[in-house]
């Protein structure tokens, strides 16, 4: 059972929705819409992992790549970042291995989060 669900605030959560799909690979569970037609919540899953989404008035200040990041394991870091790059996503730290076995990778996100994908699962 899940425990922990990160929340993301896009400009446009429609958008996002499409782009986390065709970027990272997540896939719709809910989306939720305003009496106006406009995405109120969204609940995206990938593997057994889950994060919710909704809407923000106005842009958020750009986070610094060390501020914060989600780690999501992926089976594949290197076919996962091609498909990221191949979404548009920034690639800010190319897949390297590390000293005690994983596979990681670090994207930016449309909204500039930073993401960070790899083989390890604790």
């Not at 990272?24 to 037609?37: C, I, K, S």
């Not at 979404?87 to 993401?115: H, K, Q």
């Amino acid at each position: 059972m899940r425990t922990i669900y990160p929340i993301f605030r896009y400009s446009d959560p429609r958008a996002a929705i499409d782009w986390l799909g065709a970027a990272f690979g997540f896939r719709v569970h809910a989306v939720h819409e305003a009496p106006d037609g406009t995405v109120a919540h969204a609940e995206l899953v990938l593997d057994t992992g889950m994060i919710m989404l909704g809407g923000r008035a106005d842009a958020a200040p750009r986070p610094a790549e060390d501020d914060w990041s989600v780690y999501v394991a992926v089976p594949d870091v290197d076919v996962h970042c091609a498909r990221a790059r191949a979404a548009g996503a920034e690639i800010i730290r190319e897949p390297f291995d590390t000293d005690y076995g994983s596979r990681d990778y670090a994207a930016r996100d449309l909204a500039g989060n930073v993401w960070s994908f790899g083989t390890y699962r604790p």
